[in-house]
């Protein structure tokens, strides 16, 4: 069942990545790969799935933009300071980690893109005119997605099912 | 476990970076098949092959942009100069400086005349109240302008910040201005604004002429001489208004 609802997970995050990338609608700051990949992180135990899933996001997400494998990498490595941080600092599991861990992985996601774009120049997000309003609000958005799901999973699935 | 979790990362990192390596070397390319897949056969060949009339297009569009860059410079003086009307309250019309004279560089002639209600003597401006000059000569529908910089131009003046010390503004070899009967014990500075004073009744007092750039004097003589340079571009003027009436 689980690992059913992880490819339903993945398949709406492609669907979602493929309709809401309106150009200036601020809809591209939402980024359902990085909600699926958290969401996943949260819920599952096995490190080499939620890495996998995070890949396979990655992946997907870099065959339609212009440089392959950034999404990918960018993921990874977003998973993995999440983990870092919550083997030593964070290792409480109540959902104020959760929103903080959310939140740091919108921040160490546009930090990455900004640092890659800053010193190789790619123009994947424009970020000479980035509309840092649109750029909050999607961060919001995420993390939102992510509570919410993770409350309703923790609350409803793993409860019914007595774990 | 933090051991464990840096395996899985390095491990996986690896396996990206082995992905990227094949991309680049197109032996595996994983965005052609959502490629292929999203683009029909008939955008592909759109990209390839790029209209036939696109060096036209250009030249169309490099004319269009130069007039939209004209319309919004033009736009700027005329808001600049509407501007003006509300805070002074004068009468302004806008004229067209249509050419240059053919015997002297430093007269303008612009398109509107005695039919507009221009009258000889009264002020020209640009922008935010910089006078430019004078009308000399009007037609019924066209005019003559002196600008400041003509070496027969004469105006009264006032300077310091202010307005108290008097001087008589002159032309000077089309270039920059020239001041003079300043008196000696008056103090003057460089960079000093220069206005005009109301000794006519054409032109309103404190209209902005230039800035002082240079003072000469010496202790024998009983007044004190300034250049005098202007703060806008006479070369470019295109869009000007005259006072009609105070």
């Given at each position: ?163 | ?27 595996f390319d994983i965005g052609s098949i959502f490629r292929s897949t999203l683009l029909s056969d008939k955008s592909i060949t759109q990209l390839l092959n790029p209209p036939d009339n696109i060096q036209e297009a250009y030249k169309d569009l490099l004319a269009e942009n130069n007039r939209l860059k004209t319309l919004v410079d033009e736009n700027k003086e005329l ?121 006519d009744v054409n032109i309103p007092a404190g209209l902005v002429v230039g800035q002082v750039e240079e003072i000469q004097f010496s202790e024998g003589e009983l007044f004190k001489d300034a250049s005098v340079s202007p703060l806008i571009d006479y070369d470019t003027l295109a869009i000007v208004a005259i006072i009609t009436s105070l």
């Amino acid at each position: 069942m689980r690992y059913i609802v992880i490819i339903l997970m993945y398949l709406l995050a492609t669907y979602s990545f493929l309709t809401l990338g309106f150009i200036n609608n601020g809809w591209q700051y939402v980024q359902p790969f990085l909600i699926a990949s958290l969401l996943v992180y949260f819920n599952v135990e096995n490190d080499w799935l939620y890495y996998s899933f995070a890949v396979i996001c990655g992946l997907t997400a870099d065959a339609l933009s212009g440089v392959f494998g950034l999404h990918a990498i960018i993921y990874l490595t977003i998973i993995f300071i999440l983990k870092n941080l919550q083997l030593t600092l964070l290792t409480s599991k109540n959902i104020l980690t959760i929103v903080l861990l959310t939140l740091l992985s919108g921040i160490i996601f546009w930090l990455m893109f900004w640092g890659v774009n800053f010193i190789s120049g790619w123009d994947l997000y424009k970020f000479n005119d980035l509309p840092w309003r649109q750029l909050l609000r999607g961060m919001g958005v995420n993390s939102f997605i992510v509570i919410l799901v993770h409350l309703l999973y923790f609350n409803f699935y793993l409860r019914r099912h007595g774990q | 476990m933090l051991r464990q979790n840096l395996k899985v990362f390095l491990v996986l990192l690896v396996t990206v970076i082995f992905f990227i390596l094949l991309k680049n070397g197109q032996i595996f390319d994983i965005g052609s098949i959502f490629r292929s897949t999203l683009l029909s056969d008939k955008s592909i060949t759109q990209l390839l092959n790029p209209p036939d009339n696109i060096q036209e297009a250009y030249k169309d569009l490099l004319a269009e942009n130069n007039r939209l860059k004209t319309l919004v410079d033009e736009n700027k003086e005329l808001k600049e100069l509407l501007n003006l009307k509300k805070e002074k309250q004068y009468n302004l019309v806008v004229a067209n400086v249509i050419s240059h004279d053919p015997v002297n560089r430093n007269i303008l002639i612009l398109d509107i005349g005695s039919n507009d209600g221009i009258a000889k003597g009264q002020a020209v401006v640009v922008n935010n109240g910089i006078i430019v000059g004078r009308i000399i000569d009007v037609s019924s529908d066209s005019s003559k302008v002196r600008l400041l910089i003509d070496r027969f131009t004469k105006l009264g003046v006032k300077i310091g910040a202010d307005h108290q010390i008097s001087g008589l503004l002159s032309g000077s070899l089309g270039l920059t201005m020239h001041l003079s009967y300043i008196p000696q014990g008056q103090e003057i500075k460089k960079n000093d604004l220069v206005v005009t004073a109301d000794l006519d009744v054409n032109i309103p007092a404190g209209l902005v002429v230039g800035q002082v750039e240079e003072i000469q004097f010496s202790e024998g003589e009983l007044f004190k001489d300034a250049s005098v340079s202007p703060l806008i571009d006479y070369d470019t003027l295109a869009i000007v208004a005259i006072i009609t009436s105070l």
